[in-house]
């Protein structure tokens, strides 16, 4: 049988690479504006693609892990992501840019539930402290996506070369995903039962209360992310720094995620999402007015939106494992697809508001979903 600590390494790795790919399509954004000649509204749709089909997919995914074929559903997502945006550079044209983007969703669907299932698993009451440190893994992919494609961008490499060497490492980790995960261990690890599958039976009012306020919180992560870059060129930022920048705010959740689910673990989960969702509505807020202000403010303001943001995420997925019980997989199949189903609308409608109104005001709106987030998550159970 595998070690704890090997199936936590190297669920690692195929975080980051999972979670690169989820977000390269915000660098992508100020690249793809001029070269298909697209509205921000248009632009939203294809990040909206990337979200909505995970959304749909992750609790039908998740039936599959709790039935015993975690590791096959998470490999098999892996390699379809990466060979999918590896295709990304050859796009003839915007509708061909969006079946690519689906494609790669359906990849990125995938993941969450069958890694959660698995460390919730090998690690029982210890679980924060596992998704956060998995999570990490997840973070740093999060600052590579947009990082890795305006650098490549600005190098003789090319963005479109970049993806396509992305795939060779992405596939050397699904090896070692075959290699170290044994499904067995499922169902031979008692910290974890498995009941048959049951939609209904997970679908109860605290695990609708926690996807709601999850939601939020991807509402607004999505929505900035995917803007970001192209917020700070319109400011008349290079590319590059827009990327760093960017970053910044990405980078947080390496040291926020470790952070907070070890902290959870001691202090319970609901009083971490109150605080965070609480404290990143008014960050929101003022941040960009800070570009014409303080480059220093700028970035501390959008490492700890960073901070709040990420946070939360690791605490959700052992939130969701705890309520789930004998469901675990398709529990956390559930909130993540409602939280994604919901924000998966949210960069074609602030594309339009900012076609419309500008960045600030859609921004705005951003910062009161965060503020409705941590209100409804008072009503969440002590975990």
């Given at each position: 049988?595998?070690?704890?600590?090997?199936?936590?390494?190297?669920?690692?790795?195929?975080?980051?690479?999972?979670?690169?790919?989820?977000?390269?399509?915000?660098?992508?954004?100020?690249?793809?504006?001029?070269?298909?000649?697209?509205?921000?509204?248009?632009?939203?749709?294809?990040?909206?693609?990337?979200?909505?089909?995970?959304?749909?997919?992750?609790?039908?995914?998740?039936?599959?892990?709790?039935?015993g074929k975690a590791k096959q559903v998470l490999i098999g997502g892996l390699?379809?992501?990466?060979?999918?945006?590896?295709?990304?550079?050859?796009?003839?044209?915007?509708?061909?840019?969006?079946?690519?983007?689906?494609?790669?969703?359906?990849?990125?669907?995938?993941?969450?539930?069958?890694?959660?299932?698995?460390?919730?698993?090998?690690?029982?009451?210890?679980?924060?402290?596992?998704?956060?440190?998995?999570?990490?893994?997840?973070?740093?992919?999060?600052?590579?996506?947009?990082?890795?494609?305006?650098?490549?961008?600005?190098?003789?490499?090319?963005?479109?070369?970049?993806?396509?060497?992305?795939?060779?490492?992405?596939?050397?980790?699904?090896?070692?995903?075959?290699?170290?995960?044994?499904?067995?261990?499922?169902?031979?690890?008692?910290?974890?039962?498995?009941?048959?599958?049951?939609?209904?039976?997970?679908?109860?009012?605290?695990?609708?209360?926690?996807?709601?306020?999850?939601?939020?919180?991807?509402?607004?992560?999505?929505?900035?992310?995917?803007?970001?870059?192209?917020?700070?060129?319109?400011?008349?930022?290079?590319?590059?720094?827009?990327?760093?920048?960017?970053?910044?705010?990405?980078?947080?959740?390496?040291?926020?995620?470790?952070?907070?689910?070890?902290?959870?673990?001691?202090?319970?989960?609901?009083?971490?999402?109150?605080?965070?969702?609480?404290?990143?509505?008014?960050?929101?807020?003022?941040?960009?007015?800070?570009?014409?202000?303080?480059?220093?403010?700028?970035?501390?303001?959008?490492?700890?939106?960073?901070?709040?943001?990420?946070?939360?995420?690791?605490?959700?997925?052992?939130?969701?494992?705890?309520?789930?019980?004998?469901?675990?997989?398709?529990?956390?199949?559930?909130?993540?697809?409602?939280?994604?189903?919901?924000?998966?609308?949210?960069?074609?409608?602030?594309?339009?508001?900012?076609?419309?109104?500008?960045?600030?005001?859609?921004?705005?709106?951003?910062?009161?979903?965060?503020?409705?987030?941590?209100?409804?998550?008072?009503?969440?159970?002590?975990?």
């Amino acid at each position: 049988m595998k070690s704890s600590t090997q199936s936590l390494t190297t669920l690692s790795f195929a975080h980051y690479f999972n979670d690169t790919y989820s977000m390269i399509l915000p660098g992508l954004i100020p690249i793809l504006i001029p070269l298909f000649g697209l509205s921000y509204f248009q632009a939203g749709l294809a990040a909206m693609l990337l979200v909505a089909i995970p959304a749909v997919l992750q609790p039908l995914l998740g039936h599959f892990g709790d039935a015993g074929k975690a590791k096959q559903v998470l490999i098999g997502g892996l390699i379809l992501v990466s060979i999918s945006t590896a295709f990304f550079g050859a796009a003839p044209n915007y509708i061909i840019f969006l079946l690519l983007s689906g494609i790669a969703g359906v990849g990125l669907a995938a993941y969450h539930p069958q890694a959660t299932l698995f460390l919730s698993t090998d690690f029982g009451g210890g679980k924060g402290k596992a998704l956060g440190i998995h999570g990490a893994g997840g973070s740093l992919g999060h600052f590579s996506g947009p990082t890795l494609i305006t650098i490549l961008a600005s190098t003789v490499i090319g963005w479109q070369l970049g993806l396509v060497l992305l795939v060779i490492p992405t596939i050397l980790v699904a090896v070692a995903c075959w290699v170290i995960l044994h499904t067995s261990d499922l169902s031979s690890n008692s910290s974890v039962k498995h009941a048959p599958y049951s939609i209904k039976k997970a679908l109860t009012i605290p695990v609708i209360i926690l996807s709601i306020v999850m939601a939020l919180r991807t509402s607004v992560y999505r929505g900035i992310t995917t803007f970001l870059p192209a917020f700070f060129v319109s400011e008349g930022i290079s590319l590059l720094y827009a990327g760093a920048f960017t970053g910044v705010l990405l980078s947080a959740g390496i040291l926020a995620q470790p952070l907070f689910g070890l902290i959870s673990d001691r202090i319970g989960r609901k009083i971490v999402v109150v605080t965070t969702m609480l404290a990143l509505s008014p960050l929101v807020f003022v941040f960009a007015f800070l570009v014409s202000i303080s480059e220093l403010l700028l970035i501390i303001v959008l490492f700890l939106i960073g901070f709040c943001i990420f946070a939360t995420f690791p605490v959700g997925l052992a939130f969701s494992a705890e309520l789930g019980e004998n469901n675990v997989a398709i529990t956390v199949g559930i909130v993540s697809g409602i939280s994604m189903g919901f924000a998966a609308m949210i960069p074609p409608i602030i594309g339009y508001i900012i076609d419309i109104f500008g960045f600030f005001e859609a921004f705005g709106v951003l910062a009161g979903f965060s503020l409705l987030g941590g209100m409804i998550s008072f009503f969440l159970p002590k975990k």
